[in-house]
């Protein structure tokens, strides 16, 4: 199993640690609520050191780069970072992922899922024939993201970059906590506000960011926090998970990713893609809550009302800021009306529940 | 980890405590820990006799959900009303407040066979 750099912070801290995307990671410190909490109403800590990036360099970077992503990277200018996916042949996602433009035109940055890193490396590699220059440094690379309404102000003194006026999905180079060329970006899969650093784990630099981070955030309620609670995080908000949500079989448009799926430039599946626009999906991805007791898990059925089925759970959980049963899945289309009554079907029983629009409130 | 010396256990992380033929069962500390925060408890089986092994309700945490099982042969009788409104009762006081179910146990030696707490913990090490 692969440690990152912050692994034994996270023993000595007594997180419930588990094997994930082949790290081992902290799956919660305190307990999912009380992070999770800690996140919306203040500020908390991920180590997220086991995602991917992959350096992207030269003039044929960006063609590249639009040919294997559904979005417009070309619209990116310098410090600039976009949400995009990693169509495959058949329209289905072979990955979602960020593309920061670093130098535009000259050098990008992609940010991969950490159980996809080997994945989209050969896929994007495959489709390099104007031999494009990458670069795989996700070993070396640490994440933190520092997410909550007040993490931009505990992080502020740390660095002379202005993190509190940081646009949503701009990031700026720089020295943070004494540390040269860190990368701050407002960016999270939180919803909560904050930032993600990124930063090259040498000479104990990992250490001197973690230990100056809590030295300033420890008094004003920093927390630590685990991937149980960035799942919760991320599904209030209504956020895709690739391997639940989003998977070789879905495409971007059933997952209500149109707004990342631009047909003014070339890219794989674009015809499919299209074609799926014009005539309509037959599926789709929508949000719901339970109206009856009872939790949805991933792979739990959806039914109409006699009892059909129609589609199944993608995410699930209590919502601990809400108090509430929540999900996503996939339905027919016919069936994906907002406020319309679906079934759950828990273990034995069926229980009732609503579609509704995310962010879930 | 806390595992009382006066209780048995099972390997599916319930205790067990045992009052002439009337036990208290509920889920170990071990148990509590491994799922979470607990969201709520359902027993749909009072009055209901079953054998040991039989799935006499589900505990929901936020994360996950776990079968609960009966330890011995018997009748379910009560389940531990302060669960409906406060769920974390399980994890805060696991061999206390957060106590599930009440049963009548069809031959109390069985409970003898179960594991007792150094056994348990050597399960759980």
Redesign the interface.
Known sequence: MKQTAFTNKHIALGA?MAEFAGYNMPI?YS???DEHAAVRKNAGIFDVSHMGEFILKGEFALDLIQLVTSNDAAKLSDGQAQYSCLPNNEGGIVDDLLVYCIEKNKVYMLVVNASNIEKDWNWIQQHNTKNVEMHNISDKTCLLAIQGPNATKMLQSLTEIDILNLKYYTFAKGKFAGVENVLISATGYTGAGGVEIYFEDKEGDAEKIWNAIFEVGTSQGLKPIGL?AR??LRLEMGFCLYGNDIDATASPLEAGLGWITKFTKEFTAKEILQKQKQEGVKRKLIAFEMIE???P?HGYEIKNEAGEKIGYVTSG??S?TLQK?IGMGYVNSANAQLNATIFIAV?DKTVQAKLVKIPFQ | MNIPENLRYTKEHEWVKLEGNIATIGITDFAQRELGDIVFVEVESIGKTLSAGATFGTVEAVKTVSDLYLPVNGTVTELNALLSTVPESVNNDPYGAGWMIKMTVENPDDVAGLLDAAAYSNLVG
């Open positions: 419930k919660s307990g999912i609520n149980a799942d919760t007791k009872g939790i898990r959980t209590q601990p049963a273990r």
